[in-house]
């Protein structure tokens, strides 16, 4: 079991996303997760939700923490290290997931050296099924590392990236959820054309995406040769690629994500 006071500043989307995928893989006890927000409803629905303890003071979450996830808008950040900076605990280690904030940038913000975190997960945390990378400052050895890494592991599948990779992690996988919900739709839409019902449509279209991810992670085949092995010669899948690269899918996506990659970098910049 693991041992530690996982503490949480900010219980938004992405933060009980987190605290889900934690609890979901009892990685920890519910006693072991202390989290805080700004609003009341928020606070109420989180503690009814998971039956952590909850808190308007994000100073109590700090002082009990030994590892302190800064799950907050990135503008939030300014507002909340100068009340926290003081009341970390000797040892905590810092995970700021908050996107464009770089770890250089957050540790002028408390003013000193702290072990720093910086993280990207994604919305699938919340079942199980996140991708997150994480990067970390030289105050964090490896073990405390890897101790991060499996809170992370617990909701999903994580990669240490160097700092520079982060930008890219916002557009293939930070940001990617929405893509592929595009694309499920989509989907779901033609069979809806064709007369199925539309649960059943989002069904068969979402398991389908499933299911292909899981080949691509499970075989370690190459996509392409995986794509080849469904196109018969003269068949029905190889009409659909072809109307596909027609559409410019690859085109589409690779600018839509670049776009993305260049939206973050600009973020950090500002
Ligand atoms: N959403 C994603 O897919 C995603 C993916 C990767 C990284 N991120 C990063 O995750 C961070 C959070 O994003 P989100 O989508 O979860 O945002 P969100 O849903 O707006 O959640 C933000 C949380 O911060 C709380 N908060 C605001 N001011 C606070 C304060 N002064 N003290 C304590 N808590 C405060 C809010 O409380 P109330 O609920 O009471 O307002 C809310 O619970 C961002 O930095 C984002 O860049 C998000």
């Known amino acids: 079991m693991f041992d530690k006071i996982i503490g949480f500043i900010g219980a938004g989307n992405m933060g009980s996303a987190m605290i889900g995928g934690i609890l979901n893989a009892s990685l920890v006890t519910t006693s072991q997760v202390i989290a805080s927000a700004q609003s009341p409803a928020t606070l109420e629905r989180i503690r009814t939700r998971f039956s952590i303890e909850t808190t308007h003071a994000n100073e109590t979450v700090a002082e009990r923490s030994d590892i302190l996830i800064l799950a907050v808008k990135p503008h939030i950040l300014e507002e909340i290290i100068p009340q926290i900076a003081p ?43 996140a991708m997150s990378a994480l990067c970390a400052n030289d105050s964090v050895t490896k073990p405390e590392l890897a101790q991060v890494q499996a809170v992370f592991d617990s ?11 982060i930008d890219a992690v916002v557009g293939v996988s930070g940001s990617s959820p929405a893509y592929v919900y595009l694309f499920i739709e989509a989907m779901a839409d033609a069979a809806v054309a064709e007369g199925m019902p539309r649960a059943q449509a989002y069904k068969f279209a979402a398991q389908s995406v499933c299911g292909a991810a899981r080949m691509v992670l499970e075989t370690g085949e190459h996509p ?33 994500q670049r776009a993305c990659t260049a939206k973050s970098r600009a973020m950090s910049e500002t």
């Open 224 to 256: 392409g040769v995986l794509k080849d092995a469904v196109c018969s010669p003269g068949g029905t899948t190889i009409e659909a690629v072809a109307a596909l690269e027609e559409g410019g899918l690859r085109t589409a996506v690779i600018r839509a």
């Open 87 to 129: 009341r970390i605990k000797n040892g905590c280690i810092v995970v700021s997931i908050a996107a464009g904030k770089t770890l250089a940038s957050i540790e002028a913000m408390f003013g000193r050296k702290i072990k720093l975190v910086r993280a990207m997960p994604n919305m699938p945390a919340l079942v199980g099924e």
């Open 155 to 165: 909701f999903g599948k994580s990669e240490i990236v160097p700092e520079r990779l």
